[in-house]
């Protein structure tokens, strides 16, 4: 998803592995980000995560962790009680970023590692 305003809502789904088969926390969980791609083209871009509807009473978004060591993500604030994370992309420098958001299942007191793909091109100088 390119980002053509200031703004880019991503929708995160976590849900139960019955077989033990998930993406994450050794097999016991699943998840999905809607879209799977973020891809920030404009400056100082607002990235919003938010845990589906049916996930809130169970799942909080606890924390982000990146490999960003240039300043590009910036202004991290975890609101409404954990459904939501919002960070602002400065998007001054081309880098590939791995980024981790970690939740918390609160019926199992139990971390989820979910790894949201992030790109990011800095719109071009003035001539």
Do not use: W
């Not at 991290?76 to 960070?87: P, S, V, W, Y």
């Not at 400065?90 to 299942?105: A, E, G, I, P």
Request: with cysteine.
């Amino acid at each position: 998803m390119n980002s053509s305003s200031s703004q880019i809502d991503v929708t995160l789904t976590v849900k139960d592995s019955l077989l033990g088969d998930g993406n994450t926390g050794g097999g016991r969980y699943n998840y999905t980000f809607d879209p799977d791609l973020i891809h920030v083209t404009e400056h100082d871009t607002e990235i919003v995560y938010r845990l589906a509807k049916e996930d809130q009473p169970r799942f909080r978004i606890a924390n982000l962790y990146s490999t960003d060591t240039r300043d590009q993500l910036d202004e991290l604030e975890i609101r409404k009680d954990g459904a939501e994370l919002k960070i602002v992309h400065r998007n001054t420098y081309q880098q590939l970023t791995v980024v981790s958001l970690l939740v918390h299942d609160t019926k199992h007191d139990h971390p989820v590692n979910c790894d949201p793909q992030v790109t990011n091109d800095p719109p071009p100088v003035g001539p």
